[in-house]
């Protein structure tokens, strides 16, 4: 193959890609699928971190329901909304946003009781996040 054809595979490829890429600032931008997203993230981190605590997955199913559907009044396509909650990199930043708000709290990285301790607070306060727990 010459060195032509692989610059025009991969020009081809990079256009393609662009055509199909889909502009999320708006959900990024959206408080309610910020404020959910970021909450089911922290949520899902004391659930990975703390053996105590469990996720209510019906009722973080029921909730992402209902933020697909805001989503989706916002103009984005079922597909578009899965691809973005599904996006590696969306995980990666929302999980760079819940690692330090839960440090904030309390939490210490590799201390298990830290992350029980602000969970049950949580569910204490009530809030979003403790809506997701439940204590085994």
């Given at each position: 193959?010459s060195?032509?054809?692989?610059?025009?595979a991969?020009?081809?490829s990079a256009?393609?890609?662009?055509a199909?890429a889909?502009?999320?600032?708006?959900?990024?931008?959206?408080?309610r699928m910020?404020a959910e997203?970021?909450?089911?993230?922290?949520?899902?981190?004391?659930?990975?971190?703390?053996?105590?605590?469990?996720?209510?997955?019906l009722?973080?199913?029921?909730k992402?329901f209902s933020?697909?559907k805001?989503?989706?009044?916002?103009?984005?396509?079922?597909?578009e909304?899965?691809d973005?909650?599904?996006?590696d990199?969306?995980q990666?930043?929302?999980?760079?946003i819940a690692e330090?708000?839960?440090?904030?709290k309390g939490?210490?990285?590799?201390?298990?009781?830290?992350y029980c301790?602000?969970?049950?607070?949580e569910?204490e306060?009530?809030?979003?996040?403790?809506?997701?727990l439940?204590?085994?």
């Amino acid at each position: 193959m010459s060195i032509r054809t692989v610059f025009l595979a991969a020009g081809l490829s990079a256009t393609a890609g662009m055509a199909h890429a889909t502009d999320y600032d708006p959900l990024r931008s959206d408080s309610r699928m910020h404020a959910e997203l970021l909450g089911a993230s922290v949520a899902y981190l004391i659930d990975e971190n703390c053996d105590a605590l469990s996720l209510r997955k019906l009722r973080l199913l029921n909730k992402a329901f209902s933020l697909r559907k805001h989503a989706m009044s916002l103009g984005f396509s079922h597909s578009e909304v899965m691809d973005y909650v599904d996006s590696d990199t969306e995980q990666d930043r929302f999980r760079a946003i819940a690692e330090p708000l839960l440090a904030s709290k309390g939490v210490v990285e590799g201390q298990e009781e830290t992350y029980c301790t602000v969970g049950r607070a949580e569910i204490e306060k009530r809030s979003f996040t403790g809506s997701l727990l439940y204590e085994r």
